[in-house]
């Protein structure tokens, strides 16, 4: 009996460690390359007009996810590992004007859109200082918004997205109502 107490452990360690053997190495990178657009986009993708930014400074993180709870939001090196959708699209926010981004996908379907202003560049979410908003514009709390409040339908071509962002605002996040 002591044995197989023992070996319980061991075969834990074990198995975690065959499973961070078969997760892709962490990158920024994951993802970027599915989710680039062409020139003239015509195939399935989302046309999102980023709303309400705080200012021009840092960059704008776009990630698709499946649009379910165990995966929305999940480690992208588990889902590329799996075999799901992730996409990402970064771009340095643009100085003037309206804010345009455009990620493919890969068909007609439903999806989970997050939109991050990245205004420190760390490629992290830091809630004092980011600005954060989802496909469904969805109010905030304290944790991720459900999958199905963010669910989004793309077609067989460029499907126009418009998402508001939210910053910290007192002890929570919230869209400004002063917005650059």
Known sequence: ???????????????????AAVLPPSSP?????????????????FMVTAVGMKDRQGDLKLEV??????????????????????????????QAGPVHMCIRVPGPGTYAVMLLHDRDSNHKFGWTIDGIGFSGNPRLGWSK???????????VGPTPLSIVLNYRNGLGVAPLSRKV
């Open 1 to 19: 009996m002591a044995r197989a107490w023992i070996m319980a452990p061991c075969l834990l360690v074990a198995g975690l460690m065959v499973t």
């Open 29 to 45: 990178e994951l993802g970027k390359k599915e989710g680039e657009c062409h020139a003239d986009e015509m195939g399935s993708s």
């Open 65 to 94: 996810y499946p649009a379910n709870d165990q995966d929305f939001l999940a480690d992208d090196n588990a889902l590329v590992a799996a075999g799901k959708v992730f996409r990402r699209v970064e771009i340095p926010v643009p």
């Open 145 to 155: 918004p459900k999958a199905a409040k963010v669910a989004t339908v793309a077609g």
